[in-house]
């Protein structure tokens, strides 16, 4: 899949071989994904150009070592019971060009984890010691007369319990080769800003960083144009600099924009900026980034406003990695479950606990989505990272904090330039739970009163003392304010009691709480300047009524949106089941019943679970299924946003009941004794039916039923299709309880990426062409590659009729919504 096109025309052919570059070209960008070698383990000597790779693996980026297994006990519950080690990655390759010397090589990676060094033609670039956060190297005065150059890359994960999620290994992302002229706009050097924003006016301010690697004086000029959605230029700009040699200057523009089209959750609407460096007339460089025109503002009474509307933040939190596919995830898989997520009803993302991959963040973009960003899960001082199970046994303190005095000023700044003209983004978040209590700060207030601990009882004497809270945060958020000051910084604070009782919470503009509505109306009245809103919480409808009935509390992020690899419990267990979505990208009853709270139109959702507890007991297991043994008692839920619902079990009606009457549970309930058949639920708004589903008696496993969301596959171009499989009977109803191992084999020119099932203790191997169905379900990930054919796509099963789906040849068709989605995006 390419992620990036050059700003004019790509002139480079990425077969070991980029030619003809061409001087009246100012600027190109391009994905530097394939021909990779790559060797696990280390190696004496990787970084020398002559080193002997022919038995290296030929790998294509993005890559994830530690997906590929195997599961093993021996590693760490916290990420996933999944190895790390040492990783290296080659790629060789020549720019054939008589003016190569004219231009400036930069190598982009837009994030290896990690410990990475970066060599070219055996001259050692740097390195980096964050897997999160993107860096970049100028390569120009290491290609040699001929232009070949190798760069090698090691990334070191051998303190594989290092995180308290599964982060995987290796050049995970995607990685840019950038050809400039000598002068030209730095490395994030594009700023847009909105000073003054309304329906009928708007006000830019465009700040362009100029470098001039030459060692004599340039005078250029700075043209910039902004173009509206509807494709029109609606406002110029220029601005004439000069630039000494070896030197930086800063081009600063402005212009107003008349009747904008704001940017919103509804209405995403994106302006493309173009900006031009113009020397004697002529181009030499050039490029463009997506703005947006929006307000918002945080009010300690009265919550989030966007563009002056009121605005509940109807939030999730994430992780990088998709299942199968570890970390190193195609840019359709978070279309896919982005989209999933904004039908529930979601209008904000927490990206949790580090910073994501590029493509993430112009998606937040294109699908309006509202963004907190984030830098840490831990400062200065390690957190526990559990080896055995989540709180078992003794936890190891490997971690970011190794490095955190050396780099965490620089990973904030470059946290913020990379992203900071995505009008998605809201918050800058400069921590996660830094201050949970006794993991690792301690405070003597931890010897009264209500506070969450798990790790300890009581102030720990021996634990680093809570004050540096306060004092570590005023430090980061002076970085932060240096390079934006139009967002508020934030953090989610675990054990605001112990934070109380020191300066961290007053350095914060926003102030996120996880887990502790309780909390709320105290502090609220306590503090009365602080504006709070739930940075991390958990799906019981009392939190959410503690976001609707306090007109104060801006929002809530649920923990999770999705399943995630990794801080896991006891084995077998190897991933964390949190989410609204499985890790296959399937909605679990979760997801209905957010659907039913977050959104206004229409739905209705049915499901069953065996009869005990109380009501609304086991909401996050109903099954959607209507088989059972005879005589059993059997529960059966409606999440609903109608005004009724009315159920029926073979055509006699259960009972016809309304929401006003379940406002405690927001659960509509039937209990009765098991009949095989058909249920059947119908919804009422205003007396009138407007929607229903049924659920029927499912017979043995007999078929493969397989749909696609695409159709076909883009010549030159790669693209993915999720293949969605079921397991059905002989009438094609889909069979809950199926555990059938299905085989996946693909022919033509695509290949399959991996298989997910959702489960979250299968230790079945991620790159095989099989796996079982779990719940009757399966996803198979099938990518396209870069020439045409008809691909076969066959699905088999011992005892099962076989499926074969076909995806013809050119391109995969996608959804309007898709894409839109998936436009590509150029860049500095």
Not at 144 to 164: C, E, L, M, Q, W
Not at 547 to 562: A, F, K
Not at 612 to 638: E, F, Q
Not at 760 to 776: F, P, Q
Request: net charge neutral.
């Amino acid at each position: 899949m390419k992620q990036i096109r050059c700003f004019l025309f790509l002139i480079f052919i990425l077969c070991n071989l980029v030619s003809n570059l061409q001087a009246q070209k100012s600027r190109s960008v391009i994905l530097f994904n394939e021909h990779w070698k790559f060797h696990k383990g280390d190696i004496a000597n990787g970084e020398k150009t002559e080193l002997d790779d022919k038995d290296w693996r030929t790998v294509a980026l993005p890559h994830d070592w530690s997906i590929e297994g195997p599961f093993d006990e021996q590693w760490a519950s916290a990420t996933g019971y999944l190895p790390g080690g040492i990783g290296w990655y080659r790629n060789t390759m020549t720019v054939k060009s008589p003016d190569l010397r004219s231009k400036k090589v930069f190598i982009y990676f837009d994030g290896v984890y990690k410990n990475s060094e970066v060599w070219v033609n055996g001259h050692l670039l740097g390195k980096r010691p964050s897997g999160f956060i993107p860096f970049q190297y100028e390569i120009t005065d290491y290609i040699d007369k001929s232009g070949k150059f190798t760069i090698t890359v090691k990334a070191d994960h051998t303190d594989f319990a290092d995180s308290r999620w599964y982060t995987g290994s290796g050049i995970y992302r995607n990685v840019y080769l950038i050809f400039t002229d000598p002068v030209h706009v730095d490395q994030w050097g594009l700023r847009f800003t909105t000073p003054q924003v309304s329906t009928t006016k708007a006000t830019a301010k465009i700040n362009v960083s100029l470098v001039n690697q030459t060692t004599s004086q340039a005078t250029v000029v700075v043209k910039t144009n902004l173009i509206n959605p509807k494709g029109d230029t609606v406002a110029r700009a220029q601005q004439q600099v000069k630039i000494n040699g070896s030197g930086k200057v800063d081009a600063a523009l402005s212009f107003a924009v008349n009747n904008p089209i704001l940017w919103s959750v509804e209405n995403p609407a994106l302006y493309k900026l173009h900006v031009a460096i113009l020397k004697q007339g002529k181009k030499i460089d050039d490029g463009f980034d997506e703005v947006g025109f929006r307000s918002f503002q945080f009010d300690k009474d009265k919550g989030f406003f966007l563009n002056g509307k009121n605005t509940k933040l109807k939030g999730v939190c994430i992780h990088d990695d998709a299942g199968a596919l570890g970390v190193a995830v195609p840019e359709e898989v978070w279309a896919r479950r982005l989209l999933k997520l904004k039908e529930a009803g979601c209008n904000s993302i927490r990206m949790s606990h580090n910073t994501h991959a590029d493509y993430l963040y112009h998606l937040m973009d294109r699908l309006g989505f509202l963004v907190m960003d984030e830098a840490f899960d831990e400062w200065e001082e390690g957190k526990n990272k559990w080896i055995k199970g989540w709180n078992v046994g003794t936890p190891g303190k490997d971690g970011t904090h190794s490095y955190f005095k050396e780099w965490a000023e620089r990973d904030v700044r470059d946290m913020i330039l990379r992203n900071i003209n995505r009008p998605s983004i809201i918050m800058w978040s400069i921590g996660n739970e830094i201050d949970y209590p006794n993991d690792p700060y301690s405070h003597e207030v931890l010897n009264t009163g209500r506070n969450p601990q798990i790790y300890g009882r009581g102030y720990l004497q021996n634990h680093p003392p809570a004050s540096r809270l306060g004092e570590i945060a005023k430090q980061l958020v002076t970085v932060v304010k240096k390079y934006d000051t139009t967002r508020p910084v934030t953090a989610a604070l675990a054990g605001v009691v112990m934070s109380n009782e020191t300066i961290f919470p007053e350095q914060l503009d926003v102030v996120g709480y996880n887990y502790q509505e309780y909390r709320y109306p105290d502090d609220h009245k306590k503090y009365p300047n602080r504006i709070i809103y739930g940075s991390e919480n958990g799906h019981q409808l009392n939190n959410w009524n503690a976001v609707s009935d306090n007109d104060y509390i801006s929002g809530q992020y649920l923990w999770t949106g999705i399943d995630y690899l990794g801080e896991a419990r006891t084995w077998p267990s190897r991933s964390n089941g949190a989410g609204l979505i499985d890790l296959g990208g399937f909605p679990k009853s979760e997801y209905y019943f957010r659907q039913s709270l977050w959104t206004d139109k229409p739905m209705v959702y049915l499901g069953t679970a065996p009869m005990r507890g109380a009501p609304g007991a086991g909401r996050r297991n109903m099954l959607s299924t209507w088989n059972y043994t005879a005589g059993d008692s059997v529960r059966i839920s409606c999440f609903t946003n109608d005004d009724e619902a009315e159920l029926f079990l073979n055509g006699a009606s259960l009972g016809r009941k309304k929401m006003a009457d379940a406002k405690d549970s927001r659960i509509l309930t039937w209990l009765t004794i098991y009949q095989p058949g058909e249920l059947l639920i119908k919804g009422y708004k205003n007396g009138k039916e407007i929607n229903q589903q049924t659920i029927k008696t499912a017979g043995e496993p007999f078929a493969i039923k397989a749909v696609a969301d695409v159709d076909s596959l883009i010549h030159n171009d790669k693209q993915l299709a999720h293949i969605e499989i079921v397991v059905v009977d002989k009438d094609g109803n889909p069979i809950y309880n199926a555990t059938n191992e299905i085989t996946v084999t693909v022919e033509g020119p695509a290949s399959l990426l991996g298989l997910e099932s959702g489960s979250l203790n299968s230790h079945e191997d991620y790159k095989a062409n099989k796996r079982k169905t779990l719940n009757g379900r399966l996803l198979a990930y099938v990518q396209a590659q870069n020439e045409p054919g008809i691909v076969k796509v066959k699905m088999t099963s011992p005892g099962l009729q076989e499926k074969t789906i076909e995806l013809p040849s050119k391109r995969f068709r996608r959804s309007k919504t898709y894409n839109d989605a998936l436009k590509t995006i150029e860049f500095y």
